[in-house]
């Protein structure tokens, strides 16, 4: 992998990156993406509720990156509310019930980086990564190859996650029901 290809893939560079292109203060994505719904469709935002919303990761680590995240920008659990702390796993549930629907994985993994030492691009803004598995995708980024062509991608596979999601519905505001 070619030393601009490995930057250019680098999700933690590019949130970095995105963060300084924020319009919110020192920058975050999360919270402009939050304050501009008009614009769900090109941040890629699959589902919103009031207290958190579900969007696609603009460079993934696999096809089907998903973050849910809350909508106070807030960085440690110890600071959401129960409601949010609620939400924000049934919306990954959710989630991962769509990816389950779409893409059919082999597996997942689901977690939270908490500063950057442990990865984290944007650790002012707390999110839940989902990200789809399947066996011997660890090249996922070589497989794919050319670059350009993941902004189509990504693109195509928002149209069939929103698709699929109205089939299930919205999140409920008690967030109780869902896909
Ligand atoms: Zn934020």
Not at 22 to 34: L, M, Q, S, T, V
Not at 168 to 176: I, K, V
Request: proline share 7%; hydrophobic share 40%.
């Amino acid at each position: 992998m070619d030393e601009f290809r490995q930057n250019l893939w680098s999700p933690w560079r590019m949130e970095f990156i995105e963060s300084l292109a924020g319009r919110n203060g020192p920058g975050c994505f999360i919270c402009d993406y939050r304050d501009d719904p008009s614009s769900d469709v090109q941040n890629r935002v699959v589902w919103r509720a009031d207290d958190s919303l579900v969007m696609m990761n603009r460079f993934p680590y696999t096809n089907g990156h998903l973050l849910i995240a809350p909508a106070r920008h807030l960085a440690e659990l110890d600071e959401l509310n129960d409601d949010e702390l609620r939400r924000i796993w049934f919306l990954t549930r959710d989630a991962k019930r769509l990816l389950a629907k779409v893409l059919e994985p082999q597996g997942f993994n689901i977690g939270l980086n908490f500063g950057r030492c442990a990865g984290a691009g944007l650790p002012g803004h707390l999110h839940i990564h989902i990200v789809p598995r399947w066996n011997g995708d660890t090249n996922f980024m070589a497989v794919l190859g050319d670059v350009r062509m993941i902004p189509q991608a990504l693109d195509a596979l928002y149209d069939r996650l929103r698709r699929a999601s109205s089939d299930f519905g919205s999140p409920a505001p008690d967030g109780e029901t869902g896909p």
